[in-house]
Nanobody, 127 residues
Framework: QVQLVESGGGLVQAGGSLRLSCAAS????????IGWFRQAPGKEREFVAA????????SYADSLKGRFTISRDNAKNTVYLQMNSLRPDDTAVYSC????????????????????WGQGAQVTVSS
């Protein structure tokens, strides 16, 4: 199975940037689509972005397009989430997750197909 660990969270002022990393174990990491999700206080977990196992295709929540960028480096077993122009509403726990189906051609934008989750990284954006 895939084990995921997020890093790079922290406190940032509004308008600033952060880059989150999702490090995975195992040679099969490169076969999994990876998604980023976030959960703000008092809200449901929501989709942020996802990337195909090849890295050739990506998907974003409509409200985040243009500010967030997902990428991956399969040689390093790592997926990144670059977050720019951060706003207080972006404050949340950000988690990465691997789709349960290797080599899937579907880039899922909802949480149910993702079986493997990291512990989450806190991102706090101050005004």
């Amino acid at each position: 199975q895939v084990q995921l660990v997020e890093s790079g969270g922290g406190l940032v002022q509004a308008g600033g940037s952060l880059r989150l990393s999702c490090a995975a174990s195992g040679r099969t990491f490169k076969t999994y689509n990876i998604g980023w999700f976030r959960q703000a206080p008092g809200k449901e977990r929501e989709f942020v972005a996802a990337i195909m196992w090849t890295g050739i295709r990506t998907s974003y929540a409509d409200s985040l397009k243009g500010r967030f960028t997902i990428s991956r480096d399969n040689a390093k077993n790592t997926v990144y989430l670059q977050m720019n122009s951060l706003r207080p509403d972006d404050t949340a726990v950000y988690s990465c997750a691997a789709d349960r189906t290797p080599y899937t051609t579907e880039l899922r934008t909802f949480k149910e197909p993702y079986d493997y989750w990291g512990q989450g990284a806190q991102v706090t954006v101050s005004s």
